[in-house]
């Protein structure tokens, strides 16, 4: 795994946190719409669905992700002209549903870790995201944290609080 930034207490929501670490998405970047495979949940195919487009337009049901025998979900389609997610713009190389992307894009770089009332977040791929170590960009703060990730901290203390 790798480097943690961030250590949430889920109950108290008191956050220690690496000073030095920045993070900045890179504008018109769309490297890791090109380079990673993107996992998609049921909600998320919902969730597009729901905007006119078909399954069969953006999920690649030639490529599944599994945890174990545990069967988590479809891959985002790309296309082949250049390998690239079919929603990302291949001129301006922004997403064409940004405010309702998959779950995965929004986490990027970061993977999210609960283990009982603490939340880790750490950093994948440090060296493939142009935006970790962004000198302009945002530290780990927990408003940053909440207005980013809100529904995801929401739901880990939800877990938490049920004892899962
Ligand atoms: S998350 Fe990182 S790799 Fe992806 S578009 Fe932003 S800066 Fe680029
Ligand atoms: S849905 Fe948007 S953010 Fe996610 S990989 Fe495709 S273009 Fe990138």
Redesign the pocket.
Known sequence: MGRVVVRLDLGSMRLESDPSFKFR??EN?????CELDIPLTDEDVERIEELGYSAWEFVDYDKAFYRGDEFLGYALKKRPFDDCCVFLDPETKRCRIYDHRPLACRL??FVFIRDGRFLEVSIRDEK????VGAPDGDQMSLRFLLDNYGDVIADCRRKWKKGG
Do not use: A, D, I, M
């Not at 493939?128 to 935006?131: D, L, N, T």
């Open positions: 998405c890179v970047c769309g490297k890791c719409c990027y770089p493939e995201c142009p935006g």
